[in-house]
């Protein structure tokens, strides 16, 4: 992270009371410079780039390992910047070495091909990294999203320059550190702290970026794509996300009654597959809604300081992000079952209090016309909206009626349903009869607004890199002397072109 010598700095603050946490130093446009002038030097350098796929790999595993030991420790750093509370952050951590560890298999088992080629021709193909590449994280998991992001792009060789969001940039800051104590060499993994209006922009525009990874918002990810579109440069984007969760007669009610309020309201509901649309058939709509709105009351009842490990749910991310979703949902517009206004006074958990912080109780919205915002935009709070729908057709196109395809769920006991179903959402992810599950090995990533290309898994791997063929002529000289003369003088033989 650069000294401070005039550049501008970022206080971060938790949202869950406001305290000063930390001050970090935002980068300045020669900052960037430097970062990725020095980023693609080292990969000229190969001392990464070119190092043996085994060797990257022990590095990798070694990270794991040195990041198993801290996630007591980083998960109270998540929890402090996000306002998040602390049993979910420690659960999303303890996760994050199976994505290191996975893509150090991967390097250690994944091999080059052969290509079937015409004649005595040998054509290996290879994958090779693609240079300098950047990243840009969110608030929303900070740790997570980043070290998603990272663990592919280290593995195939590249330099990478990451600038997390400027709200929670702390453990990313930290995992850098981490990562040269466990043998990325100095400069491969570099962290450029600042607004994404300016650090970021400034990253992204230069041409020796070789690809460009996001996690941000529809509108965000549009005009970075342009700038990356003008470099020819190689793009993933994680968009927004609507997330429709779908319930059907035949579900188990219970089952799906607690899975949806996992899906609506873990994270406060800031992440961009969180369940917001909420469709129940109407055969069980009354004994679901009764299940459920029980369920919101007890989640709102055990609500605290993020700290207390007995707490169900925490803050959004800033205050002016409460005032947002707040107007919004005080416009008039459906009825409210449940929350809606922000929460003040004393938690009956711990004695808390709420007035310190951006705490949003879980709300649910029903009669909400589809035209609305509510229905339609990404509002990235512990906010649903619910409607009954009668027949499965009906309830396949309320779930497809939105701009967003990153994430849904379908609850049915009814195997033929599920698959038949699961097939006509218009989703990246589809979950059915559980939510929000992710490994290192399965794609993630969004169709429509939702995105551009996958996180995860061997197509996260290849996206960070890129073929490479070697064709070899292994005829004796005598037949290449022969059959190779495309300008042979007194030669009426055919000639091969291509």
């Known amino acids: 992270m650069p000294e401070a010598n005039g550049r501008d700095e970022i206080a971060v603050h938790n949202p869950a009371n ?7 130093v935002s980068a300045s446009q020669e900052d960037v410079q430097s970062a990725v002038y020095s980023a693609h030097e080292i990969f000229k350098a ?7 796929a085994s060797q990257r790999a022990g590095v990798l595993s070694n990270l794991a390992r040195d990041l198993e030991e801290r996630v007591p420790e980083l998960a109270k750093v998540e929890t402090l910047q996000t306002g998040r509370v602390i049993r979910e952050m420690k659960a999303q951590l303890g996760r994050l070495p199976e994505w290191l560890d996975y893509y150090a298999a991967l390097l250690r088992t994944h091999g080059s091909f052969v290509a079937p080629t015409q004649g005595p021709l040998l054509n290996y193909v290879q994958r090779i990294p693609l240079g300098v590449v950047a990243q840009i994280t969110p608030f929303n998991h900070p740790l997570l999203i980043a070290v998603k992001k990272i663990a592919p792009a280290l593995a195939a060789g590249n330099s990478v320059i990451v600038k997390p969001s400027e709200l929670a940039p702390i453990t990313v800051l930290e995992f850098a550190e981490m990562a040269v104590a466990a043998g990325v060499p100095a400069g491969v993994l ?13 990253l992204v525009s230069d041409p020796v970026i070789r690809k460009v990874d996001i996690t941000a918002g529809t509108d965000t990810g549009r005009a970075i794509g342009s700038i990356v579109g ?19 007669n035949d579900a188990d009610v219970q089952s799906a009654v607690n899975g949806a309020a996992f899906a609506c309201f873990v994270a406060s509901g800031q992440t961009c597959v969180s369940g917001t649309r909420l469709l129940v058939q109407d055969g069980v709509y009354d004994e679901f809604m009764d299940l459920f709105m029980k369920k919101v009351a007890s989640i709102r009842n055990r609500m605290g300081n993020p700290m207390n490990p007995k707490s169900t749910m925490g803050t959004v991310i800033s205050l002016r992000q409460l005032d947002r979703m707040e107007k919004l949902v005080q416009r008039g517009v459906g009825t409210i079952l449940a929350g809606g206004r922000r ?11 709420f007035s310190q912080g951006a705490f949003f109780p879980p709300t649910v919205i029903a009669d909400v016309p589809t035209e609305d915002d509510l229905w339609r935009e990404e509002i990235f709070g512990p906010v649903v909206v619910v409607k009954r729908f009668s027949s499965e057709q009906e309830g396949i196109d309320l779930a497809n009626g939105c701009k967003y395809g990153l994430g849904a769920g379908l609850w049915t006991q009814d195997l033929s349903r599920a698959h038949r179903v699961s097939a006509l959402i218009q989703a990246g992810l589809v979950w059915v009869n559980t939510h929000h599950r992710n490994d290192p090995s399965s794609p993630w ?8 290309g996958r996180e995860n898994g061997l197509e996260a791997f290849e996206a960070y890199t890129q073929s490479k063929s ?8 005598e037949e290449t002397r022969s059959v190779q003369d495309w300008f042979a003088e007194e030669d009426g033989a055919e000639k091969r072109y291509g």
């Open 470 to 477: 070697t064709i070899v002529n292994i005829a004796t000289a």
């Open 190 to 202: 570099q962290v450029l702290p600042g607004h994404g209006r300016t650090v970021g922009k400034m």
């Open 343 to 353: 929460m003040t006074g004393p938690s009956p958990l711990d004695g808390y209090d």
């Open 445 to 452: 990533g969004g169709m429509k607004e939702s995105g551009i």
């Open 18 to 24: 406001g305290e000063h946490l930390s001050t970090i």
């Open 230 to 248: 003008a470099n020819l440069a190689h793009y993933t984007a994680e968009l927004g996300g609507k997330a429709p969760i779908v319930v059907f």
């Open 46 to 52: 190969g001392l990464w780039s070119r190092a043996p």
